[in-house]
């Protein structure tokens, strides 16, 4: 029996409570952003993560037609499982 793969991430963004910044939630195709050792990306079916990061996320959405971009000067990114959990402005 194969496994069948997962063509999507589901993605969460929080702010700080003290920015008055909107979230997302929703599927996307992709995740970009950037921590110490420089930019990365975040694809379906990536392995359990968590780091740092700072500068930009980029969200890719599913049809890859828009990008979903966030400025932001520090947050924390994780990654288990299919679902994305970005906290930023802390």
Same mark, same amino acid.
């Given at each position: 029996?194969?496994?069948?793969?997962?063509?999507?991430?589901?993605?969460?963004?929080?702010?700080? #409570?003290?920015?008055?910044?909107?979230?997302?939630?929703?599927?996307?195709?992709?995740?970009?952003?950037?921590?110490?050792?420089?930019?990365?990306?975040?694809? #379906?079916?990536?392995?359990?993560?968590?780091?740092?990061?700072?500068?930009?996320?980029?969200?890719?959405?599913?049809?890859?037609?828009?990008?979903?971009?966030?400025?932001?000067?520090?947050?924390?990114?994780?990654?288990?499982?299919?679902?994305?959990?970005?906290?930023?402005?802390?």
């Amino acid at each position: 029996m194969t496994k069948e793969r997962n063509e999507q991430l589901n993605v969460s963004v929080f702010w700080s #409570p003290t920015i008055a910044q909107s979230g997302f939630s929703g599927e996307a195709a992709a995740v970009s952003s950037e921590n110490k050792m420089g930019k990365f990306d975040i694809l #379906p079916e990536h392995t359990n993560f968590i780091t740092l990061i700072s500068n930009k996320l980029t969200i890719h959405t599913i049809d890859k037609k828009k990008k979903i971009e966030y400025s932001f000067k520090r947050g924390v990114l994780e990654v288990s499982e299919n679902l994305v959990k970005v906290f930023l402005g802390i």
